[in-house]
């Protein structure tokens, strides 16, 4: 059935080609000159360019309403709070400029189309609007990259090893994660994929005496709200992506190598159900990086609770060497 339309829709296609060379070469014999684009013709496009921009604003309102909700809700991170401001000021140079520009490049278009009794001026070069467009947009970037690099140089310096923090292990394989909590020592024992086996999913090196306490979580691994999070970050097969939405958090999981990003937490998952009105929330932690076909599926729940709840939480988990 496929082919059979595929066809017919291709010989429509062909015939209404065959027709309009025929009716070009009619044209021809008779002397019409078919390639000369008359005024009124060049008006019209004119319009269709003119409505093609209302469409086009039209389109973008009718965007930002329809799924205008689907932004993330407030920051759940300390960090966060600067991404959110970066983007908001980044979009506030964009939007303006996205808007003015189509404007005058569709309006352009309609004032400017053809007519038969102007000439269009010639210049070969202005120095002064060189200038006006090679100034204005490196001012404007300059300002948008400082504003980013020192956003960025906050981000991602490592927590220092006296501050209290958590340290935490993120393991991504096709397609689900494991996280490894450093355990009362506060170290990682050794980890290498030739030691994956049965329940040891990650690789953990039960001779590394630092491996004893670690503590391994599936499906979902919680945090304490207002302590830094120091996070380390493996993969046990291809590259992929932790991606901590709500924390504005995410980082590549490169395999035989170790990547880490830090955040404190600043808000609990009750206090996100009640801010977002939605009983249901949950934070979540997904792959980013197309890594196969359950790619989509690759994710895991994050709690955040009180300092109190976390340690009753963590001290209820079984070690390594206890498992
Ligand atoms: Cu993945």
Known sequence: MAIIITVVVLLVVVTGVQILKIAELRAISQGEKIYEVTEKESKSQAYLLLMFLVYYFGFFAWQVYQWGDKMLPVSASEHGVGIDSLMTVTMSFIIPVFIITHILLFWFAFKYSYSSK????????????????????????????????SNWNKIMTPVAENEEHVLIELVGQQFSWGARYAGEDGKLGRANVNYIEGTNFIGIDASDANSNDDVVVKGEFHLPVNVPVQFVMRSNDVMHSAFMPHFRAQMN???????????????????????????????????????????????????????????????????????
């Not at 000439?119 to 060189?130: I, R, Y």
């Open 253 to 323: 999981c490169v395999p035989g190598l170790k990547t880490q990003f830090n955040f404190v937490p600043t808000i609990t998952t009750k206090e996100m159900k009640e801010i977002t009105g939605n009983e249901d929330f949950e934070y979540i932690l997904l792959c980013n990086k197309i890594c196969g076909a359950a790619h989509y599926n690759m994710q895991m729940n994050i709690v955040v609770e009180s300092k109190e709840d976390y340690e009753k939480w963590i001290a209820s988990q079984k070690t390594f060497a206890a498992k």
């Open 118 to 149: 102007r000439k269009a001026t010639f210049f070969s070069h202005s120095n002064k609007l060189e200038m006006i467009w090679t100034i204005i947009p490196s001012l404007a970037l300059t300002v948008l990259i400082l504003y980013g690099l």
